[in-house]
């Protein structure tokens, strides 16, 4: 692969996981089956079973909260306000029913020993740092714990449904969720070592945003063109040609722009005054999507806690 061409992700063992997927029609298509893969909604299911409560009871929680103040016209609140009760809320849910140790128990409950979860930690980290990429520079929203997929023999992830969120009247690629990807407390207590995903993350885009002989761009114009025409539906929406590549090279230009942020290039080339981490950039992204103000801003059905 490409990520294997160069030292940073070579030294690292980094590379894009996914199944073996055959194609057979333009919405068919074999995906392979592992009976080791579960889902992380999967492993929230079981929590949920061996705790004898309902998946839905955080989310019942949440609207019973809700409703309690929305049905008090005396506790109506500005939009601030209800942003804090939302991260109270958050935080209850987080302490009473779904803790930051579910999916740490499930993976430490199928391992034999604690060299075998430490390296299934490492393969889940560097795999996440993939996922991670392909979101944040694809714009790729609604990861929804049952789209993130997770290997019990040895803790690679895998996401499905990778469809890039289009704004509809400036026909480009946005994603306007308030965290960047999906890194929630769960996934933090597993990985243990923030500083091997962040490393991880900048390797890859790195990898892919130095000059050689796999060029970025002309393989995301490819894709870029491809996704802008499936989404318009028709080709109404470019009557001609030249609206087409205009949008193409907007896109393209947007993502690599981010991938160039993820890779802290600027940082490297021209060290800020301050003393502040070479991959400042990442860290701030890891941060907003750890933000507890901005995870409680997300859907309940997003299970923000999980």
């Known amino acids: 692969g490409v990520l294997t061409k160069k030292k940073e992700a070579r030294q690292r063992n980094l590379r894009f996981h996914l199944p073996t997927v055959v194609p057979l029609a333009s919405h068919v298509r074999l995906v392979e089956d592992d009976p080791a893969n579960v889902s992380l909604q999967d492993v929230y299911d079981e929590y949920c079973t061996k705790q004898?409560?309902?998946?839905?009871?955080?989310?019942?929680?949440?609207?019973?909260?809700?409703?309690?103040?929305?049905?008090?016209?005396?506790?109506?609140?500005?939009?601030?306000?209800?942003?804090?009760?939302?991260?109270?809320?958050?935080?209850?849910?987080?302490?009473d029913l779904v803790p930051d140790t579910v999916l740490t128990n499930y993976?430490?409950?199928?391992?034999?020993?604690?060299?075998?979860?430490?390296?299934?930690?490492?393969?889940?980290?560097?795999?996440?740092?993939?996922?991670?990429?392909?979101?944040?520079?694809?714009?790729?929203?609604?990861?929804?714990?049952?789209?993130?997929?997770?290997?019990?023999?040895?803790?690679?992830?895998?996401?499905?449904?990778?469809?890039?969120?289009?704004?509809?009247?400036?026909?480009?690629?946005?994603?306007?969720?308030?965290?960047?990807?999906r890194f929630t407390p769960n996934i933090q207590n597993f990985i243990n070592m923030e500083g091997l995903f962040s490393s991880c993350l900048v390797a890859i885009a790195r990898s892919l945003t130095e000059p050689s002989v796999y060029d970025l761009e002309d393989f995301v114009t490819i894709f870029v063109r491809d996704e802008l025409i499936s989404w318009s539906g028709t080709s109404s929406t470019f009557t001609q040609q030249q609206v087409l590549r205009e949008k193409v090279f907007e896109n393209v230009g947007a993502i690599l722009k981010r991938a160039e942020t993820l890779s802290c290039k600027?940082?490297?080339?021209?060290?800020?005054?301050?003393?502040?981490p070479a991959n400042r950039k990442v860290h701030e992204l890891i941060n907003a999507a750890t933000n507890l103000q901005n995870?409680?801003?997300?859907?309940?059905?997003?299970?923000?806690?999980?």
């Open 52 to 95: 004898r409560m309902s998946g839905d009871e955080p989310m019942l929680y949440y609207i019973k909260k809700i409703g309690e103040i929305l049905d008090n016209s005396d506790l109506r609140k500005e939009k601030h306000e209800m942003l804090n009760l939302r991260m109270e809320i958050l935080e209850q849910i987080s302490k």
């Open 107 to 181: 993976m430490s409950s199928g391992v034999k020993s604690s060299s075998d979860l430490w390296l299934s930690r490492k393969n889940f980290a560097s795999c996440l740092a993939g996922v991670t990429f392909m979101s944040y520079v694809m714009c790729i929203g609604h990861r929804y714990p049952h789209k993130l997929m997770i290997s019990r023999k040895c803790g690679k992830v895998w996401t499905t449904e990778l469809l890039s969120s289009v704004c509809a009247s400036t026909l480009t690629f946005a994603n306007n969720e308030p965290v960047p990807f």
């Open 266 to 276: 600027e940082d490297a080339e021209n060290p800020p005054e301050a003393l502040v």
């Open 295 to 306: 995870l409680a801003q997300m859907d309940i059905t997003w299970i923000p806690s999980l």
